[in-house]
């Protein structure tokens, strides 16, 4: 007999606990409505949740819209990890908006969608409707597609990648230890997307040889991104990133000298005709990283490098499509600081941008190098810190990506990992900076721009 | 007092004292005929004016205590075996008898049942968070073994589609290589996955036990989160059985298994075989499964999965000697098996499945056992398991053209058909087809020797020594680069003791054991030296680690045992982690630590309770699993973002807490209801902050109910009726988001039940069995891993023949 109470008591604990674990989950989302006046635009802020590093923002991409008035307003604040719209992309989204803020861009970043394309219209707070039909760029440049959006009126996005062989001589012999490394194919595919009606525009695959000399000294290009297209419009740019090889061996070598800059330039839209360009002022990479690297401005195309030994510069490529080698910008001096390093940047229309930064004085913050933002003038050459706005160690900016820009002002966020911050406003005409609105964050995470 | 009197007492007490002089204990040892242990029989001692009664205990010993010398009847009833009644002649003061059973031929499945549940018994007595799975049934069923594992309590499997697609297995949350698998106690790595859960049947698994957190001392590796055992038939008892099945998808399996032994010189032959066959062309929708046409625009479809066919075939073949005076078990053989896998799409259903893609593997290997019983000297056993061999692994991909999910060559936005830029059906950065080839030499071997002081001591230990030399080529790469490619070799040795205690009789057995792992890899890259000579640089590390734990099990009452038991575990890190990976940019950490897990487990048993026709048990486990130095990848920086490489690091914190429960039910001998429950969380703390790990199923429940019904149709028939319901939770792809985010589902696995149905009917003599499944009755879609869909409702018939079941 009490055995078996013991067993009813354990029977219903049992049945008691599945109840529980049953009755958990209710899903119900109170929707939070946001204002805008006829006059005024959307702002549309990212924040990249962390995955399991404070900083990582593998978490997920959210977003949320205001309108650039409570964008400007202190004393409203935005959450958007409590009430952001997810966007649907495996690893941080890389998006991209109209130049008016009315409608978002995305391609999703690997996972199983890596590649699609989708269109979302603002319509302030999480309330992003998806608009036109999906688009893939997968099977012409793979499921982790590097694209940028080009400034044409919102009507084209590129994409691009580039697949790598290296080529051997065997002498025509079996024996293997005669051979020798002569060089690495590079095939560069380029793809255009209709923005406007999602569709694929045109796709082109070359191969990007450099000279012989460098080829012979195991360099190639490993790495292409941001597209951008010149003032003509005939003409596609895009960033490059150099590798090399031991030419004795074949295997990575990570001692060789750094090449000057490099840009592919070929013809648009027919995107034929490739050339590579150097720079006999900047050296290192031009491929950036996950926000906008160059930008046309009164018929030249400026363009930051990184991984530069002298630091980073601002490079000029002119209207005949080569770099201008008279034209030095470089950001240690401008700064006052070594080994500057470009995260991010943007210029308004009067030439003069908000640039985010870290240089070997950077602190070591939780998610690595502290950053720092400075207002720049093209044509003066000059930079300068923006002291208005707060930094500390956790101040994390590598995976920056996006400035919105309204006339000669520029948005963009700032909040330390894992700590509340705020948007500012920054004129770039008068450099006057306005503390806008506060964004709440979470553990971990951070803010990566606003479009 | 009478003279008289005062002799016949003295008399008496003369005859008493001799009597008591005279009187000896009676020790015994029962097993049956294919060498397991009778526990719980009941044994009858029975001589002129004398009856004791006594059961034997978990290790098949009983003992009958101050036994006047004599002549006696020793009988013993077990459920599994026909009686049988021996002779016991008492002589000495302490005399032995052995017992062999043969177990019933005609056993009908309720006897199946009892002994299978006694040797599960004796295993999850001995205090550690185990699962001993039966194989017995679903052998006859059309199961995977797979299948089966997914069904216990704690045990997720995440499998990538079909048959023979890619699995990982997680216990109590911790997954990937956390978990050890062995075969025989031998690591799977050494069989490679053309040998594995995918491709053995379950009627060549004589059971499989599942060791959550805490590991006992012979299964020595370094398993962090638990290990799972595969124990292959052992019995020595002459049989075969032969079994063959059909289903959907063009799915053909059939294995036999036989054993012969020669009574009179106990020579042996063993042999199994099995082959497997699917072209797991089941449908899929939904997410990408799309067909492109003109300027990239997309038409969802229903499409037949069209390249993810698989084969396997294997074998084992041994020839020795068993139960002879020299050895319980010595035999020698061959292991042989080859698989064939075709691959329909990465890690994820993309909008570009793969054709021609596929996955070979083989592997050929000599095996030896050798297990005797008390060598030399009563309660001193040894065993000793080795393999030595070769296993092979190729990936080809050389197809460059682009294929649609309507089987056919896709177009590109202009309508022509394309080949993919990057030359193979996987994307890549390097450019071309690819052939690679993995080669590895492995051997292993086991060696345990334990000893038992008295009833209640025992001293185990054992070692294990595992060691693999790979190489790696890629056919297409130029010869050059093959003459560049490093070889790799790693040996481990884990050496493990362990003290087990059996006291108050039975009711306390408890388990210390200490492990001491030392594992050496070397790392052997040729270069081009100053003199333009190819030269090897040889790199090697030595890393050496204790571990330590215990388990008991206490009956506080007949029907309550408490079951504890404690590790600090370790995983050592693996040859990519110290050395580092040239084809994936890896750098070598020479300084890099193992991960250690402190690992908890505290269970009770309620049960068996009987109450007229009805039986039942419950059981429950609490776990809490605490991981220091996981091994990860650092965050990609400004400063290494150009670096093209990356190196392991120790980082953070994890920790995997919940509880596992189980009840199991019987009414009469008709009807079997099993239900179990699992509920865990899992979170990581790096650099203080601590954040639930997402893409984990942390909530599972699993349902199964048989019905019996005997004399259908024929007299002496037996029919069974099978339910399987196999619940998970919801889970996410995402770390948990806000309270009030929208879009979040994209990234969520829903709420997923599905459900089995089955029959086997065991014709008159149990000669034949026919059996029949129906697979996921309502066609759900089911994933395991975001949007790659597995298998819809699916048939399966089964035919299976015996003679003497083992």
Redesign the interface.
């Given at each position: 007999m009490k055995n078996r109470f013991f067993n009813l008591t354990t029977l219903s604990l049992v049945l008691s606990s599945l109840l529980l674990t049953f009755s958990c989950s209710d899903d119900s989302n109170d929707i939070i409505e946001e204002e805008k006046e006829e006059s005024s635009r959307w702002i549309t802020v990212a924040a990249a949740r962390m995955g399991d590093n404070p900083g990582d923002g593998n978490g997920g991409t959210l977003i949320y819209s205001i309108s650039s008035e409570d964008a400007k307003d202190p004393t409203k604040s935005i959450a958007p990890f409590d009430n952001g719209f997810i966007v649907p992309s495996n690893r941080t989204a890389r998006l991209q908006a109209s130049e008016d803020g009315s409608t978002i861009f995305n391609i999703s970043y690997a996972g199983d969608t890596g590649g699609n394309y989708s269109k979302y219209t603002v319509n302030g707070g999480q309330n992003f409707t998806p608009t036109g039909s999906e688009v893939s760029i997968a099977p012409y440049v793979g499921s982790a597609p590097r694209w940028i959006k080009l400034f044409d009126g919102d009507k084209t996005g590129s994409a691009v990648y580039v697949s790598t062989e290296k080529i051997y001589d065997d002498k025509g012999t079996e024996d293997e230890t005669d051979d020798t490394y002569l060089r690495t194919e590079a095939t560069m595919g380029v793809v255009t997307l209709d923005l406007e009606n999602s569709l694929i525009k045109n796709f082109q695959e070359q191969s990007i040889p450099l000279s012989s000399e460098e080829e012979a000294n195991g360099y190639y290009i490993s790495r292409i991104d941001m597209p951008t297209l010149n003032a003509a419009g005939n003409k596609l740019y895009i960033g490059a990133r150099l590798s090399k090889v031991d030419p004795t061996t074949g295997e990575t070598d990570r001692e060789g000298d750094v090449l000057g800059s490099k840009t592919i330039v070929l013809d648009y839209p027919s995107l034929l005709n490739p050339t590579i360009i150097s720079s006999t002022v900047g050296y290192g990479n031009t491929n950036g990283y996950r926000s906008i690297n160059a930008f046309l401005y009164n018929g030249s195309v400026y363009q930051a490098n990184q991984g530069d030994p002298n630091g980073s510069h601002i490079l000029k490529i002119d209207a005949n499509n080569q770099y201008d080698n008279d034209y030095v910008f470089n950001l240690d001096d401008a700064l006052g600081v070594t080994g500057a390093y470009v995260l991010a940047w943007r210029p308004a229309a009067n030439g003069k941008a908000v640039l985010a930064y870290r240089h070997d004085g950077s602190a070591e913050g939780v998610a690595g190098q502290q950053g720092f933002f400075a207002l720049i003038d093209l044509e003066a050459k000059t930079a300068t810190k923006i002291d208005e706005i707060p930094y500390e160690a956790d101040f994390y900016l590598f995976q920056y990506q996006g400035f919105a820009v309204d006339g000669n002002e520029i948005y963009l966020t700032q909040a330390p990992v894992g700590k509340n911050g705020n948007i500012y406003v920054i004129d770039t005409e008068t450099g006057a900076v306005t503390k806008g609105a506060e964004l709440i964050n979470v553990e971990g995470s951070h803010f990566i721009g606003t479009w | 007092m009478s003279p008289i009197q005062r002799y016949s007492s003295f008399l008496l007490f003369l005859v008493s004292y001799v009597l008591v002089a005279q009187n000896g204990n009676l020790k015994g040892f029962a097993k049956f005929d294919n060498d397991e242990l009778v526990l719980g029989a009941y044994v009858a001692l029975k001589g002129h004016d004398l009856k004791r009664e006594t059961s034997t205990n978990i290790d098949g010993h009983f003992i009958f205590k101050n036994i006047p010398y004599g002549t006696y009847e020793v009988s013993i009833h077990s459920l599994n075996a026909k009686p049988k009644t021996v002779e016991a002649v008492i002589s000495s003061s302490e005399q032995t008898v052995n017992i062999t059973l043969q177990i019933t031929e005609h056993q009908d499945l309720q006897e199946i049942l009892v002994q299978t549940k006694t040797e599960k018994r004796k295993i999850e007595d001995e205090g550690f968070a185990v699962n001993v799975v039966q194989t017995k049934e679903a052998s006859i069923r059309n199961i995977q073994t797979n299948e089966l594992l997914n069904t216990t309590v704690g045990v997720k499997i995440r499998q990538n589609g079909g048959l023979g697609s890619n699995v990982q297995y997680s216990l109590n949350g911790l997954s990937g290589s956390a978990v050890r698998i062995f075969i025989d106690g031998i690591p799977i790595s050494v069989y490679g996955s053309s040998f594995s859960l995918n491709s053995i049947p379950p009627s060549m698994i004589k059971r499989i036990e599942v060791y959550k957190g805490v590991v006992p001392g012979h299964l020595a590796d370094d398993a962090l989160g638990g290990a799972i055992n595969i124990v292959l038939q052992n019995s020595t008892k002459t049989n075969f059985n032969a079994s063959v099945s059909y289903g959907s998808f063009n799915t053909f399996q059939t294995s036999a298994n036989g054993l012969y032994r020669f009574e009179k010189s106990g020579f042996t032959v063993k042999a199994s075989a099995f082959h497997n066959y699917s072209d797991n062309d089941y449908k899929v929708w939904g997410?990408?499964v799309k067909v492109?046409g003109l300027?990239?625009?997309?038409t969802p479809i229903t499409a037949r999965r069209f390249n993810d066919a698989y084969r396997s075939t294997g074998g084992m073949a041994q020839i020795g000697f068993t139960d002879v005076k020299w050895a319980d078990q010595f035999l020698v053989g061959f292991t042989g098996s080859d698989d064939y896998k075709e691959i329909q799409h990465g890690a994820?259903?993309?909008?570009?499945p793969y054709k021609n893609r596929y996955m070979e593997s083989d592997a050929m290997l000599a095996n030896v056992t050798y297990q005797k019983e008390d060598l030399f000297t009563e309660g001193l056993n040894l065993n000793v398991h080795g393999l030595y061999g070769k296993r092979n692994r190729v990936v080809s991909d050389t197809l460059a053209w682009?294929y649609s999910w309507n089987g056919e060559r896709?177009i590109?936005?202009q309508g022509n058909e394309?080949e993919?830029?990057?030359?193979s059906q996987q994307?890549?950065?390097?450019?071309?087809p690819t052939l690679n080839h993995i080669d590895r030499n492995v051997a292993s071997i086991r060696t345990g020797v334990s000893y038992a002081i008295n009833e209640y001591h025992r001293i185990l230990l054992n070692h294990v020594y595992s060691g693999i030399n790979r190489e790696d080529r890629d056919e297409f790469a130029?010869?050059?680069?093959?003459?560049?490619a490093g070889t790799r070799d790693l040996h481990k040795n884990i050496i493990s003791a362990t003290y087990e205690l059996n006291a108050f009789d039975g009711k306390l057995q408890a388990n210390v054991f200490g492990k001491h792992y030392q594992q050496k890899t070397v790392n052997i890259d040729p270069?081009?030296n100053d003199n333009?000579e190819?030269e090897d640089e040889i790199i090697s590390a030595n890393t050496k680690n204790k571990g330590y734990g215990f388990a008991l099990s206490y009956a506080v009452l007949p029907?309550m045992t408490l079951l504890t038991s404690a590790e600090k575990a370790i995983r050592l890190p693996n040859e990519t982690e110290v050395f580092g990976n040239?084809g994936d940019?890896v750098v070598a950490n020479p300084s890099i630590r193992p991960e250690q897990s402190n690992n908890y487990n505290l269970g009770f048993r309620?049960g068996t309770?009987s109450?007229k026709n009805h039986a039942?048990t419950?059981s429950t486990n609490l776990f809490t699993r605490n991981i220091k130095d996981r091994i990860?990848l650092?965050?990609?920086?400004?400063?290494n973002?150009?670096?093209?490489?990356i190196l392991y690091e120790n980082?953070?914190h994890g920790k995997s807490q919940g509880f596992d429960?189980q009840?199991n039910y019987t009414y009469k001998n008709n009807l079997a209801f099993n239900f179990n429950?699992s509920?865990f969380n899992l979170t990581?703390v790096?650099?203080?902050?601590e954040?639930d790990?997402?893409n984990t199923p942390f909530?599972t429940m699993n349902g199964n109910l048989r019905y019996s019904l005997k004399n259908i149709i024929k007299k002496n028939s037996q029919l069974n009726l099978f339910y399987t319901m196999y619940f998970t939770?919801?889970f996410s792809?995402?770390?948990p988001?806000?309270?009030?985010?929208?879009?979040?589902e994209?990234?969520k696995v829903p709420q997923q039940l599905a459900q089995d149905f089955g029959l086997s009917y065991s014709f008159p003599k149990n000669r034949f069995v026919m059996s029949f499944d129906v697979k996921n009755i309502f066609d759900k879609p089911l994933y395991d891993n975001?949007?790659?869909q597995k298998p819809g409702k699916a048939f399966y018939l089964k035919l299976n023949y015996f003679i003497n079941k083992p």
């Open positions: - | 997410g990408q492109t300027g990239g625009q997309q994820f259903m993309t909008i570009m682009a896709a590109d936005y394309y993919y830029s990057w030359g994307e890549k950065i390097e450019f071309g130029a010869s050059f680069e093959n003459t560049f270069f081009v333009n190819v029907n040239d940019n309620f309770f109450l039942f419950i990860g650092p965050l990609e920086t400004s400063l973002v150009n670096d093209e490489i980082q953070g429960a009840l429950m509920r990581v790096n650099r203080g902050v954040v790990v997402p909530f939770g919801e792809y995402l770390v988001q806000g309270t009030n985010t929208v879009g979040d994209f990234f975001l949007r790659v």
